[in-house]
T-cell receptor, first 113, second 111 residues
Framework: DAGVIQSPRHEVTEMGQEVTLRCKPI?????LFWYRQTMMRGLELLIY????????DSGMPEDRFSAKMPNASFSTLKIQPSEPRDSAVYFC???????????FGPGTRLLVL | DQQVKQNSPSLSVQEGRISILNCDYT??????FLWYKKYPAEGPTFLIS?????DKNEDGRFTVFLNKSAKHLSLHIVPSQPGDSAVYFC??????????FGKGTKLSVIP
């Protein structure tokens, strides 16, 4: 199994640009999570899906952030427009009906100049 | 409000000795705690968990202790190995599938 796949691994963009982060969960997993890691706030949950349906997006910081899961094998996190304070590492994770074991991808390191 | 606190940002331990990583929490509503390990340029990986009804869980060299009266959780690694050098995150789970993570403790095991 390839594990959770995220792309791109690194993204450098200028303030005001649109950024799209991509995630392919482990095949068969029914939960997908998006996290953000910063020095100030640590690892925080942004949004999670169950069977492609968003369940809780209370962690999404602003309306500039949006996430979609059009099918069971693909999800996107979009930031439009991006700001320097969005610079962070964004992780995607998936799980199979288990509250404990979430499998994380390698993350996307985003730098907004 | 930081519900899960890891007060030590870093810890250095000699190879073969015991590593003790600590975690405090402020909200008593939880079902389980977990520890995740993270290497540089990789995502966190699940290590061990403990249910709220237990006070100890052991898996090989890793043991997690839960002290509900003190609202304190600890992870013991014995013996420590250089490959254990990583950032360790404590996380709390309550009801739903949401996890609340601490900020992590960087463990360095010195050969």
């Amino acid at each position: 199994d390839a594990g959770v796949i995220q792309s791109p691994r690194h993204e450098v963009t200028e303030m005001g640009q649109e950024v799209t982060l991509r995630c392919k969960p482990i095949s068969g997993h029914d939960y997908l999570f998006w996290y953000r890691q910063t020095m100030m706030r640590g690892l925080e949950l942004l949004i999670y899906f169950n069977n492609n349906v968003p369940i809780d997006d209370s962690g999404m910081p602003e309306d500039r952030f949006s996430a979609k899961m059009p099918n069971a094998s693909f999800s996107t996190l979009k930031i439009q427009p991006s700001e320097p304070r969005d610079s962070a590492v964004y992780f995607c994770a998936s799980s199979l009906g288990s509250r404990e074991t979430q499998y994380f991808g390698p993350g996307t390191r985003l730098l907004v100049l | 409000d930081q519900q899960v606190k890891q007060n030590s940002p870093s810890l250095s331990v000699q190879e073969g000795r015991i590593s003790i990583l600590n975690c405090d929490y402020t909200n008593s509503m939880f079902d389980y705690f977990l520890w995740y390990k993270k290497y540089p340029a990789e995502g966190p990986t699940f290590l061990i968990s403990i249910s709220s009804i237990k006070d100890k869980n052991e898996d090989g060299r890793f043991t997690v202790f839960l002290n509900k009266s003190a609202k304190h959780l600890s992870l013991h690694i014995v013996p420590s190995q250089p490959g254990d050098s990583a950032v360790y995150f404590c996380a709390k789970g309550a009801g739903s599938y949401q996890l609340t993570f601490g900020k992590g403790t960087k463990l360095s095991v010195i050969p």
